[in-house]
């Protein structure tokens, strides 16, 4: 993988028809990323210089409180942008982020990145819909994962999964136990849950593809 192959599935993703001259300018203002499992792209606090678009692999992001316990914000999938609060007027990075197996990531200029949207108002609408999809999408995620039981904010989640990709059997995205972490709830009792839901035929489970057997049972 090469910088200018990242760089153009990024303008694809979410600038659409990008000139050769902005091309050639955003080129110049990136960066290709190669990080193993576990290394960290940046910590919560630190100087925020590059908004991050993920051609490869898999990240956490999470915050860490006083005492020292992460709590797992968003997992980060292929082809999805980060860190783009940067454009806001942001300084540092408001969460911390971990690669959870070997991943190739894009790190466009936050500054540079700024002065070409405020230069393109095609492009500025553009990204202000995507931003403001996402949005809309996370605040609805935190509501309904915030205020249930273990058994039901998974059910949300897959469903929200399902829902998204069009299907009835989605992967899940990461590992169980890190999965568990975004939950709020340990490994031990994620697998008490799979196996119950299992057992009442409301999922089938096998290995993290997980498929539902019944649609609605959350009420959502």
């Not at 553009?126 to 995620?141: D, E, P, S, W």
């Not at 205020?147 to 169980?176: G, I, N």
């Not at 057992?199 to 993290?208: C, K, T």
Request: proline share 3%.
């Amino acid at each position: 993988m090469d910088k200018a192959a990242a760089l153009n599935a990024f303008q694809k993703q979410f600038l659409g028809e990008v000139d050769d001259a902005l091309s050639a300018t955003l080129l110049e203002a990136t960066t290709l990323v190669y990080k193993q499992k576990r290394d960290i792209l940046f910590h919560e606090g630190d100087p925020g210089e590059y908004v991050y678009f993920l051609q490869q692999g898999n990240i956490r992001l999470f915050r860490t409180t006083d005492q020292g316990k992460e709590t797992v914000v968003h997992f980060v999938q292929s082809g999805e942008l980060f860190a783009e609060i940067l454009l806001v007027g942001h300084q540092q990075y408001p969460v911390s982020a971990m690669a959870l197996e070997p991943c190739v990531v894009l790190g466009i200029s936050a500054r540079r990145l700024r002065q070409a949207v405020e230069r393109n108002p095609d492009m500025a609408l553009r990204y202000i819909g995507l931003l403001t999809q996402r949005l809309k999408h996370l605040v609805t995620m935190v509501e309904q994962l915030s205020s249930r039981d273990v058994q039901d904010r998974f059910l949300v989640y897959v469903e929200h999964l399902a829902k998204e990709h069009r299907l009835k059997t989605v992967k899940l995205p990461v590992p169980k136990g890190e999965l568990a972490l975004l939950l709020g709830t340990t490994p031990e009792t994620f697998s008490r849950v799979l196996k119950k839901l299992a057992e009442d035929e409301i999922i089938q489970v096998q290995g993290r593809e997980i498929t539902l057997l019944r649609r609605g049972a959350t009420g959502i």
